[in-house]
């Protein structure tokens, strides 16, 4: 699949996701804040997903963020919800809720305003795996609130394969993308 206008976000990250994760007999859930479900939808729109994909939590609302997915309260309270930390805690709720092999989340300012004291455009992926396997991507996309949106989507698929292909970076990166 191309990434042109109207195409998937990472329509062929995403197969190439499910194929890792069912190569490893592997389930993937999802947490998603900032995307609002785009991840999710990227994902079933590969056929045969229901294979590796067992499902995503839309936590918009910081009290779903706590009191379904897990996040330490204070946490969020001294930080907000845009922060590597509750990243990294959103992927690992959203695997143990869900009961996954893997979880990913995404939670970020996609504009057009600033969130807790954040600038647009900063957003954290994150994945955590069997084993305490975990890892975070500080990310600073430019682009107004769909590309920042759709870069997430990209970006937190494209962490993931680098993991289930053994290509894993060093925990807590930086990267720009975006326009």
Same mark, same amino acid.
């Given at each position: 699949?191309?990434? @042109?206008?109207? *195409?998937? &976000?990472?329509?062929?990250?995403?197969? *190439?996701?499910?194929? *890792? +994760?069912?190569?490893?007999?592997?389930t993937l859930a999802v947490a998603e804040s900032l995307t609002g479900g785009l991840v999710a939808?990227?994902?079933?729109?590969?056929?045969? *997903?229901?294979?590796?994909?067992?499902?995503? %939590?839309?936590?918009?609302?910081?009290?779903?963020?706590?009191?379904?997915?897990?996040?330490?309260?204070?946490? +969020?309270?001294?930080r907000g919800a845009v922060d590597p930390e509750v990243a990294r805690?959103? &992927?690992? @709720? %959203?695997?143990?809720?869900?009961?996954?092999?893997?979880? &990913? &989340?995404?939670? @970020?300012v996609a504009g057009p305003d600033p969130q807790d004291g954040q600038p647009v455009g900063t957003v954290y992926v994150a994945i955590a795996g069997p084993e305490g396997v975990g890892k975070v991507a500080a990310l600073r996309l430019n682009g107004d609130r769909a590309d920042i949106r759709k870069?997430?989507?990209?970006?937190?698929?494209?962490?993931?394969?680098?993991?289930?292909? @053994?290509?894993g970076r060093a925990q807590d990166t930086e990267q720009n993308g975006g326009n």
């Amino acid at each position: 699949m191309s990434s @042109g206008a109207g *195409a998937p &976000a990472g329509g062929g990250t995403a197969a *190439a996701v499910l194929e *890792a +994760l069912v190569a490893r007999g592997a389930t993937l859930a999802v947490a998603e804040s900032l995307t609002g479900g785009l991840v999710a939808a990227e994902l079933t729109s590969v056929p045969g *997903a229901s294979r590796a994909f067992r499902g995503s %939590v839309t936590a918009y609302a910081t009290d779903l963020k706590r009191d379904v997915l897990g996040v330490d309260g204070p946490l +969020l309270e001294e930080r907000g919800a845009v922060d590597p930390e509750v990243a990294r805690q959103l &992927a690992a @709720g %959203v695997r143990r809720v869900l009961g996954a092999t893997w979880g &990913a &989340a995404t939670t @970020g300012v996609a504009g057009p305003d600033p969130q807790d004291g954040q600038p647009v455009g900063t957003v954290y992926v994150a994945i955590a795996g069997p084993e305490g396997v975990g890892k975070v991507a500080a990310l600073r996309l430019n682009g107004d609130r769909a590309d920042i949106r759709k870069e997430s989507v990209r970006s937190v698929l494209g962490l993931l394969l680098s993991e289930l292909s @053994g290509n894993g970076r060093a925990q807590d990166t930086e990267q720009n993308g975006g326009n």
